[in-house]
């Protein structure tokens, strides 16, 4: 069954950075669609980004130019890097699976994916 693992979320100062990992399996990633999600405290769930064998959508206004999206299908593994966080960055990240080998839309939405992984916390904070 498909199986989603998040991981590298912490505690870190602003402007510092973080590279959070999702872990696929029971699925073979180059089929399938990764987005990364994330919500704040007391605020709803963003989509972030998409990758995909067919291409990655961007990024928000707000995360764009501090984070990039890439995947290793020989590991199994999609990554999101962010650099020069601050504190709005503050959020459970999730990465969640679309079934269909290439993402839909501008950003994600959490409609087209089947499949989440738990989520990693990050905080940015002094």
């Known amino acids: 069954q498909v199986h989603l693992v998040e991981s590298g979320g912490g505690l870190v100062q602003p402007g510092g950075s973080l590279r959070l990992s999702c872990i696929a399996s029971g699925f073979t990633l180059d089929y399938y669609a990764i987005g990364w999600f994330r919500q704040a405290p007391g605020k709803e769930r963003e989509g972030v980004s998409c990758t995909s064998r067919h291409g990655d959508t961007d990024f928000p206004d707000t995360m764009k130019g501090r984070f990039t999206i890439s995947r290793d299908n020989a590991k199994n593994t999609v990554y999101l890097q962010m650099n020069s966080l601050k504190p709005d960055d503050t959020a459970v990240y999730y990465c969640?699976?679309?079934?269909?080998?290439?993402?839909?839309?501008?950003?994600?939405?959490?409609?087209?994916?089947?499949?989440w992984g738990q989520g990693t916390q990050v905080t940015v904070s002094s």
């Open positions: 969640a699976a679309d079934s269909r080998p290439f993402c839909i839309g501008i950003i994600p939405r959490e409609q087209d994916f089947g499949a």
